[in-house]
C-alpha cells in the first residue's frame, strides 16, 4: 500500500525479525568495547555467532545474542577462560541447548557451565591492602572494558570488588584512578568519542565511593581541632579525589566538611571562619582555577582567644598546583600522602592500616 513504512529487514530471509533488525558487527563491537576480529574468532571458535544472518554475508546481532555476548565478556574480564564463558553465555541464553558453531566446526558441549565469581579473579596481591601492579593492570583492564561495554552494573561490581579487596586507598590510587587515566586519554585521541564511557565511569566511582564515606560520630577531634574542610576553588568541577580522600578520612574517624565543586572565595572564607577548621584542602586540576592568593588568605586566617589563636593546615591538592610556590603548605603527590598530616592535625593517630 502506498505510503505504508517498510519495517527494516521485513521481507528478508533470516532476518532478526521486524522490528528488531539487530546490530551490525561493527556497532556491536563499539557497544561491548572489543574489536570486530574478536567477535568473528568467538563465533568460528564457541559458536558465538549470531542466531540469525540477513544473508550469506552480513550478519545482524539480535536483542538475546547481545545479552550473550555482554555476558561473555563480564566473564571474560573476570578471569573465566574464553571456552568456559562461552559454554556459560550460552546456557544462560537459552537453558538446556548449545547453538552449533558456524563454518561446520564441532559444537561446545554444554555441561560444567562455570559460576559467576563474586569478584574478579587476580594475582596474589604483593601486601595487605595493596594490589601487585599485574594485579591492578588486571582489574584496571577489566573495569575499563566494562566502561566502554556502558555495562554500569558490571563497573559497580568491579569497583565494590576492589574497595573490598584493597580498601578505599589502594583502590582509588591503583584501579580507579588509572583507569579514569585511561579512558580520558582515549577521549582526548579519539575526539569525543568515548564522553559518555568518562562520564559513566567517573557516576560509579563517585558513588562507590560515598557507599564507603562512613560518617563520623564526633565533630572535634581528640585535641578540640575542628573538622578537615575539603572543597574545589572557585571554577573547579572535579572532585572525584576530595570524594577517595573524603571517604578515607571517614574511615579513620576524622569529621570531615565536604563542599564539593566550584566553591565561591566568600563562602569558602565564610566557612573557615566559622568551622575552624583543622585543616583546609583545596583541590584545583587545571592552572587556571587554582588561585594562590585563596589559598594564602585561607593559611592566614586565625580564630580562638588571644594568646592560644589557630590557624588551618592548608593542603593543595591537584595538579593545577604544579610549579607553584607555595610557603607553609602542603602539596602531597598522592591519597597516601595526604592522609598522614590531615590525620595529625586532627589529633587521631597517623594511619597504621590501609583506610
Known amino acids: 500500500m502506498p505510503g505504508k513504512p517498510r519495517i527494516p529487514g521485513s521481507g528478508r530471509a533470516g532476518s532478526a525479525g521486524a522490528g528488531e533488525p539487530g546490530l551490525t558487527t561493527g556497532a556491536l563491537a563499539r557497544r ?21 544472518r540477513a ?31 562461552a559454554r556459560a553465555a550460552k546456557e544462560r541464553a537459552c ?12 559444537a561446545v558441549a ?17 601486601a595487605p591492602g595493596v594490589p601487585s601492579s599485574g594485579a591492578a593492570r588486571q582489574e584496571g ?23 573490598d579487596r584493597y580498601g578505599v586507598v589502594a583502590a582509588w590510587q591503583d584501579v580507579m584512578l ?3 587515566h585511561a579512558v580520558g586519554r582515549r577521549w582526548e585521541s579519539s575526539g569525543d568519542r568515548y564522553v559518555e564511557v568518562e562520564h559513566l565511569l567517573s557516576w560509579q566511582v563517585s558513588t562507590t565511593l560515598r557507599r564507603h564515606t562512613r560518617q563520623p560520630v564526633a565533630t572535634a577531634g581528640p585535641t578540640g581541632a575542628g573538622p578537615v574542610l575539603l572543597a574545589c576553588v572557585p571554577g573547579e568541577q572535579h572532585t572525584l579525589a576530595l570524594e577517595a580522600l573524603n571517604a578515607a578520612l571517614s574511615r579513620l574517624g576524622v569529621a570531615t566538611r565536604m563542599f564539593g565543586a566550584a566553591v565561591p572565595a566568600d563562602a569558602l572564607v565564610a566557612a573557615v571562619r566559622r568551622l575552624g577548621p583543622a585543616a583546609v584542602v583545596l583541590w584545583a586540576q587545571a592552572r587556571s582555577t587554582a588561585s594562590l592568593p585563596l589559598a594564602e588568605h585561607v593559611a592566614a586566617m586565625e580564630w580562638g582567644v588571644k594568646g592560644a589563636r589557630a590557624q588551618p593546615l592548608v593542603m593543595l591538592g591537584g595538579p593545577g598546583w604544579a610549579g607553584r610556590p607555595a ?19 586532627y589529633g587521631t593517630p597517623p594511619p597504621t592500616e590501609p583506610a
Open 32 to 52: 561491548l568495547g572489543v574489536s570486530p576480529t574478536t567477535l568473528r574468532s568467538w563465533d568460528r571458535r564457541y559458536g558465538m555467532g549470531p542466531a540469525a
Open 55 to 85: 544473508d550469506g554475508r552480513h550478519r545482524r546481532w539480535t536483542p538475546r545474542d547481545v545479552t550473550m555476548l555482554e555476558t561473555m565478556c563480564r566473564l571474560t574480564a573476570s578471569g573465566v577462560p574464553p571456552a568456559d564463558a
Open 95 to 106: 537453558p538446556g541447548a548449545s547453538r552449533p558453531p558456524a563454518d561446520g566446526a564441532p
Open 110 to 126: 554444554p555441561p560444567a557451565v562455570p559460576a559467576v565469581p563474586a569478584a574478579p579473579a587476580v594475582p596474589a596481591v604483593s
Open 141 to 163: 583492564r577489566g573495569l575499563a572494558r566494562a566502561a566502554v561495554r556502558l555495562d554500569a552494573a558490571a563497573v559497580g561490581e568491579r569497583l565494590e570488588a576492589a574497595v
Open 178 to 180: 588509572p583507569t579514569l
Open 327 to 345: 610557603p607553609g603548605m602542603l602539596r602531597p603527590a598522592t591519597l597516601t600522602e595526604a592522609l598522614t598530616p590531615l590525620v595529625t592535625a
